[in-house]
């Protein structure tokens, strides 16, 4: 085992570890400034918070099996298999994005009733349900994304991109988005939450650019050997 070798993978490891970090910090903080805005909402976003964990999970595990197939064929640097796997990944995780998105919508009524005993709505509930419609859709578009940057792009390599992909999106333009939007022109929660939309589209049209572009693709098994 070489020094350089330990280096490659100390970087990688800090790298995606930091990713996840900061990702979830602006979930955080995302969560934060809507629940300033009403107590309703955020017991809303508490309610909605496991239900969309459970289904992230799987789309997690479908990126993590793809970027070990994709990380094979650029070791290997089978090129002409390369997109291939890329491709079957892409449309594989678009179709359990939707899969996943149509179950969750066709269970949206029991699902949350499991949050709401009351016989009387709260306003909390018609937040929820509300809400419940746009967090299944960004199922589609997370999927999607979540395939590009982890199952694809860092699996090729490119975790510092997927790193400054996320910062951007979520740091630079969700957020203060979101601040802006809660605290000085008071938009309604639906359009708030809705940000989700755009800062998942926005990465998805940036590592649609990067995998396009080719230069993600960095061959680390000869770079340790």
């Known amino acids: 085992l070489k020094?350089?070798?330990?280096?490659?993978?100390?970087?990688?490891?800090i790298t995606a570890a930091i990713n996840s970090v900061v990702w979830a910090a602006g979930l955080f903080a995302f969560h934060a400034i809507l629940?300033?805005?009403?107590?309703?909402?955020?017991?809303?976003?508490?309610?909605?918070?496991?239900?969309?964990?459970?289904?992230?999970?799987?789309?997690?595990?479908?990126?993590?099996?793809?970027?070990?197939?994709?990380?094979?064929?650029?070791?290997?640097?089978?090129?002409?298999?390369?997109?291939?796997?890329?491709?079957?990944n892409l449309i594989t995780s678009l179709v359990v994005g939707i899969g996943s998105a149509v179950l969750l919508i066709l269970f949206k009524a029991p699902v949350v009733s499991l949050f709401f005993h009351n016989d009387v709505p709260?306003?909390?509930?018609?937040?929820?349900?509300t809400l419940y419609d746009i967090m299944a859709f960004s199922l589609v578009i997370k999927s999607h994304s979540?395939?590009?940057?982890?199952?694809?792009?860092?699996?090729?390599?490119?975790?510092?991109?997927?790193?400054?992909?996320?910062?951007?999106?979520?740091?630079?333009?969700?957020?203060?988005?979101?601040?802006?939007?809660?605290?000085?022109?008071?938009?309604?929660?639906?359009?708030?939450f809705g940000l989700v939309l755009v800062e998942e589209s926005l990465k998805l049209v940036v590592c649609l650019w990067r995998l396009k572009s080719g230069r993600w693709i960095r061959n680390l098994a000869a770079a340790m050997s």
């Not at 020094?3 to 490891?13: A, C, H, P, Q």
Request: proline share 2%.
């Open 146 to 192: 979540m395939m590009l940057s982890v199952g694809v792009l860092r699996a090729g390599g490119d975790a510092s991109f997927c790193l400054f992909t996320d910062i951007f999106a979520q740091w630079i333009v969700l957020l203060p988005c979101a601040f802006l939007l809660t605290h000085w022109l008071q938009w309604p929660a639906v359009y708030l």
């Open 35 to 88: 629940g300033y805005r009403d107590a309703d909402l955020l017991v809303a976003l508490s309610v909605l918070a496991p239900i969309e964990a459970l289904a992230m999970s799987l789309l997690i595990g479908l990126a993590t099996a793809g970027s070990i197939l994709v990380g094979n064929k650029v070791g290997a640097e089978q090129q002409g298999e390369l997109s291939d796997t890329v491709r079957a």
């Open 3 to 13: 020094l350089s070798d330990i280096r490659i993978v100390g970087k990688l490891s």
């Open 122 to 129: 709260s306003n909390a509930e018609a937040f929820a349900l």
